[in-house]
């Protein structure tokens, strides 16, 4: 049986009744930038973060990208972040002027060491960016009153986690809630994905939220009148009509994704080779990925391939021996569980719309392997 890694066909068919008038309205009326469904989107979206801002902007990278400009890093000025994440967390700190720092992770969830982070940060540190991985969120209880304590901003870099909490000194805190800024994407992958590239920021500082909305938009707040260089990074009113619609259906959606995670992790139990992720008991994960780790990885994706089940290996190459950060200096072990995660993960569809006899095809698939 053929099981993709994700499959965005089936959704689409599911809500195109719901989308495409959405769309069609925008296209009716002609209204591309900046239209009404932006500010909708904007409201709903800080609804669900618990936050009292929320900036739309052109991508997930954007959304990291203008926040680390609005710290006007200078030459040296270091953002500690951890290596085991996507590209763009890092790529960022970079584009923005800083120095990326990196640190190693917690094993068991792959999110950034708070310890680890603690003892990294000096005198040219300025901020933090935690990255909530995979679906749940980084110890954000010892972050946070670590990044108060130095002056330090700390971005929450939420692309995969929207709608993830955490019970954090007894409440439950939404990712994106608690730093200086929370960053969404709305990849078409992620379990909130646009038709296209879309982002997010989202805040409870009013001038940081003003200082955002004028770097999205050229750097000014009134049209031809510029207070500083910033960029053309709107979102756009096509794919918030798209988001909209789909919004109500985010919880469903994350809810499907954890019953499935549940599944396999159910199936995988007890095995002496596959290790299923770890859910920390203080979150509620939205497994945007269900990511295990295993003995000879590439092996068994080579037969997951052959048998055509759908995966990936998210990430291959930690961030910290990318050829564009060699100039940076890190050693090859010199941060070693992200090294070891590099070698062991592989990632298996965990779709909302995934059957049972799809799933249990990808769980046969795997079990076979090491039988
Ligand atoms: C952790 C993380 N950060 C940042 C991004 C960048 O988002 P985008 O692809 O929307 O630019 C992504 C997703 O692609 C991501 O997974």
């Known amino acids: 049986m053929n099981v993709p890694l994700l499959d965005l066909v089936a959704q689409f068919r599911s809500i195109k009744d719901e989308v495409l008038p959405a769309v069609m309205a925008v296209i009716e009326r ?189 750097g000014g707040s009134k049209q031809y009148f510029h207070d500083e260089v910033g960029f053309n990074s709107r979102l756009d009113t096509l794919q918030a009509a798209v988001l909209l619609a789909k919004l109500s259906h985010l919880a469903d959606w994350s809810a499907a994704r954890a019953r499935h995670a549940t599944r396999y992790t159910e199936a995988f139990a007890g095995h002496p080779a596959v290790c299923p992720p770890r859910t920390d008991p203080a979150n509620v994960h939205i497994f945007n990925q269900y990511t295990i780790r295993v003995p000879r990885r590439d092996e068994l994706q080579a037969h997951l391939k052959a048998k055509g089940i759908g995966n990936s290996i998210y990430y291959p190459l930690s961030l910290h021996l990318q050829p564009c950060f060699a100039h940076l200096g890190y050693a090859g072990g010199s941060l070693p569980m992200a090294e070891a995660a590099t070698e062991q993960v592989i990632s298996l569809p965990v779709y909302p719309e995934l059957t049972e006899a799809q799933q249990q095809a990808v769980i046969d698939a795997v079990l076979d392997f090491y039988a």
Not at 121 to 139: E, K, N, W, Y
């Open 30 to 218: 002609q209204g591309f930038i900046m239209g009404p469904e932006v500010a909708q989107l904007e409201a709903a979206v800080a609804q669900v973060s618990n936050a009292r801002h929320a900036i739309g902007c052109a991508s997930g990278t954007d959304a990291l990208l203008l926040p680390l400009k609005a710290l006007d890093l200078k030459p040296g000025d270091e953002v500690i972040t951890t290596p085991f994440t996507f590209f763009a967390t890092a790529g960022a700190i970079h584009n923005a002027g800083g120095t990326p720092v990196f640190v190693d992770i917690e094993p068991s969830t792959f999110n950034i060491s708070p310890a680890a982070v603690e003892a990294a940060i000096g005198p040219r540190t300025r901020g933090i960016v935690a990255v909530h991985l995979f679906g749940q969120m980084a110890a954000m209880e010892a972050l946070v009153p670590m990044a108060a304590r130095h002056g330090l901003a700390l971005i929450e870099d939420a692309a995969q986690s929207i709608g993830a909490r955490r019970k954090v000194d007894g409440t439950w805190r939404m990712a994106g809630e608690l730093g200086s800024v929370g960053t969404l994407s709305f990849f078409p992958s992620k379990n909130l994905g646009a038709y296209g590239d879309a982002g997010m920021m989202v805040t409870q500082d009013d001038a940081l939220a003003d200082r955002l909305r004028r770097l999205r938009l050229h």
